[in-house]
């Protein structure tokens, strides 16, 4: 192992929002690894977080803290001693107010924290959100690392699911670089797959629609996905990886969803999928 790599039994790792749908599957991941991770929850002893405890390797090596993005003292007390943060906590909303401030200044706490912590490396998660809603990119230019949203443009249509992201992700490499700190960013596409919360999380509503009926027509657009597993396996590779560095996209498939309802269709035919 190369000598900046150092084993994960002797590693902590801190991840917000630990009870996440990514979160979830990075923490499972992490304790199979043999890390000590600790997990930022809102409250330790809300059931919802219960999922966590039965992990394999939680009884030994999970300790789930209480704090709030919004909280820098919680933060701190949490990340004090971690040799890398996961920065995955992020608020899911169209609301404006509760968006933008909290992905903001939570992520600027969380690197502030782990600056002082002096942490390895610091992965966050961001989104593709943050990367391709941009009207004046040609269709045939190619997406990748260096495309970022128009945040005019995110503001104007009132997506501030994409605002959000964006200016979440530029506040941490803008402190991160104040800080001097080793940030590498994770910028998943839609993701899907098993969930270990017992909470239905926004992207499973995004096929749960088709089943439930509350959708009676889909639009005529493409959309990438990506599994769960894969994500939280990224973000472990590039914490690991010493020569990774900057923005990784991540993403598996597209597909238009006249695809995806026709494979939903296939599986669960005695549901009410629609076919227009």
């Known amino acids: 192992m190369p000598v900046d790599s150092p084993s994960p039994a002797s590693q902590t790792i801190c991840v917000t929002g630990a009870g ?17 991770v600790r997990g930022t929850v809102r409250n330790p002893d809300d059931p919802k977080n219960a999922h966590l405890r039965e992990l ?34 992020s608020p899911v909303t169209d609301d404006p107010e509760q968006m933008v401030e909290p992905a903001v200044d939570g992520t600027k706490n969380v690197i502030i924290a782990a600056a002082e912590a002096k942490c390895r490396r610091v992965v966050f998660t961001s989104s593709i959100g943050a990367v391709y809603m941009d009207p004046n990119r040609s269709p045939d230019v190619v997406v990748d690392e260096s495309c970022w949203s128009d945040l005019e443009y995110c503001k104007n ?81 590039v914490y690991e990886n010493p020569s990774a560095s900057g923005r990784y996209l991540c993403a598996e498939s597209a597909l238009h969803r006249g695809e995806l309802v026709e494979i939903l269709a296939k599986f669960f035919p005695e549901f009410p999928i629609p076919t227009k």
Request: proline share 2%; net charge negative; charged share 20%.
């Open 157 to 237: 249509t009132k997506n501030w699911y994409c605002f959000g992201k964006a200016v979440a992700e530029q506040a941490a490499w803008d402190i991160a670089k104040e800080k001097e700190v080793d940030l590498v960013v994770v910028n998943p596409v839609l993701v899907l797959g098993p969930l270990l919360q017992p909470t239905v999380n926004a992207s499973i509503v995004h096929i749960l629609k088709y089943l439930t009926g509350s959708a009676k027509t889909y639009a005529n657009s493409v959309q990438a996905y990506v599994d769960v597993r894969d994500v939280a396996l990224a973000h472990i590779l």
């Open 20 to 36: 996440g749908f990514i979160a979830s599957w990075i923490v499972k991941l992490l304790l199979e690894k043999g890390y000590t």
């Open 56 to 89: 394999e390797g939680a009884k030994e090596r999970l300790i789930l803290c209480r704090a709030d993005l919004l909280d820098y003292e919680g933060l701190k007390d949490a990340i004090n001693g971690c040799d890398g943060v996961f920065h995955t906590a």
